[in-house]
Nanobody
Framework: QVQLVEHGGGWVQAGDSLRLSCSAS????????MAWFRQAPGKERTFVAT????????YYADSVKGRFTISRDNAKNTVYLQMNSLEPEDTAAYYC???????????????WGQGTQVTVSS
């Protein structure tokens, strides 16, 4: 069992930056691919970014490409999501996820965090 805890959400203005972090309670963090998903009110949970076990490979949703960066520190059991040039459309609950492989589909996620709210005002 892997427990994931997100930190760093908050309220910002359009154009601002925010960094989310997700800490994992497992000794085998380096074996997992990690991902971020988000869910806006009344909408489905959607893919944001994913990174492989050693950080060498990552993929992004088109809507965040060039603005968001996913990274990981296996020594700290932590994955990050650096979000720049935030837009009101980025407002959502952001969820950390862990799985055996790179994840772009929520159905392939093995473990979820509890989520952290990001609100971007115009």
């Amino acid at each position: 069992q892997v427990q994931l805890v997100e930190h760093g959400g908050g309220w910002v203005q359009a154009g601002d930056s925010l960094r989310l972090s997700c800490s994992a309670s497992t000794r085998t963090f380096g074996n997992y691919a990690m991902a971020w998903f988000r869910q806006a009110p009344g909408k489905e949970r959607t893919f944001v970014a994913t990174i492989n076990y050693n950080g060498a490979t990552s993929y992004y949703a088109d809507s965040v490409k060039g603005r968001f960066t996913i990274s990981r520190d296996n020594a700290k059991n932590t994955v990050y999501l650096q979000m720049n040039s935030l837009e009101p459309e980025d407002t959502a609950a952001y969820y950390c996820a862990a799985g055996a492989f790179l994840m772009r589909d929520s159905r392939t996620v093995d473990y979820w965090g509890q989520g952290t709210q990001v609100t971007v005002s115009s």
